[in-house]
């Protein structure tokens, strides 16, 4: 299942890029257990963060991550074997802290109360996803081995867990048929649409209007008042 849009890289691969016949070194090489060098690894993740960002996954080398961190490129090496590496750090704490923004909105969401609690949802993962636009957009089109970091693998079920909680707490809202396969359907809707909607919004539709149709729809299922539909009907 494809949740959040962290699948792979979509665009084209280049030739000398990373394939999955070639899978790529994401492991660190030690984990550090001083103060001194634990700022030396966060500093070396929070400048690939940076990098990749400003630069793109092709523009950003081991010694550009280096230079970033004010660190010498040895000292890189101590702990990562390569940009990879460095690379799927940067994702654990992306996929960190975009669940922990969704976990922090749950009694929000709930407060909200009927009538706005699933708008309140679809825009609590817009407004999480929005926030790291930058970062999803190379993770989703540029980095060619998205799809085999651990963290990235569990953002399906995480997701998942976080709309059961909601589901769970929502009481008579929801439709007594409305069933685990329904809730992977809507989850996926949701997730889909919305980083779509962040990462290539269209020209000619306000993002606010798209989350107001989908809202409608979403409602429709989860209160089981009609099917949902595809298209503009």
Not at 50 to 55: K, S, T, V, Y
Not at 72 to 89: C, H, M, R, T, W
Not at 99 to 123: F, K, M, N, P, Y
Request: charged share 25%; aromatic share 6%.
């Amino acid at each position: 299942m494809e949740l959040l849009g962290f699948s792979g890289a979509r665009a084209p691969r280049a030739s000398g890029v990373t394939t999955r016949a070639q899978a790529p070194d994401l492991a660190a090489k030690k984990r550090p257990s001083q103060a001194r060098s634990r700022r030396t690894f966060e500093a070396l993740v929070e400048a690939c963060a940076w990098l990749l960002a400003e630069r793109g996954y092709a523009g950003t080398t081991t010694n550009h991550i280096a230079d970033r961190a004010g660190v010498n490129i040895a000292s890189l090496y101590e702990y990562f074997p390569g940009k990879d590496a460095v690379v799927a750090q940067v994702a654990d704490r992306l996929v960190d802290r975009v669940l922990g923004r969704l976990a922090e909105g749950v009694t929000r969401v709930l407060d909200d109360g009927e009538d706005r609690a699933v708008r309140s949802w679809i825009e609590l993962i817009y407004d999480t996803v929005a926030r790291e636009r930058a970062l999803i957009v190379v993770f989703v089109y540029q980095v060619p081995y998205t799809g085999q970091i651990p963290s990235i693998q569990t953002v399906g079920a995480r997701i998942l867990d976080f709309s059961r909680a909601i589901r769970t707490h929502a009481g008579g809202f929801v439709a007594e048929d409305f069933s685990s396969a329904t809730l992977h359907l809507v989850v996926n809707l949701v997730t889909s649409t919305i980083m779509q909607l962040v990462t290539e919004p269209p020209d000619d539709v306000e993002p606010s209007l798209l989350l107001d149709e989908l809202t409608v729809r979403v409602e429709d299922w989860i209160r089981g008042a009609a099917p949902l539909r595809s298209g503009g009907a």
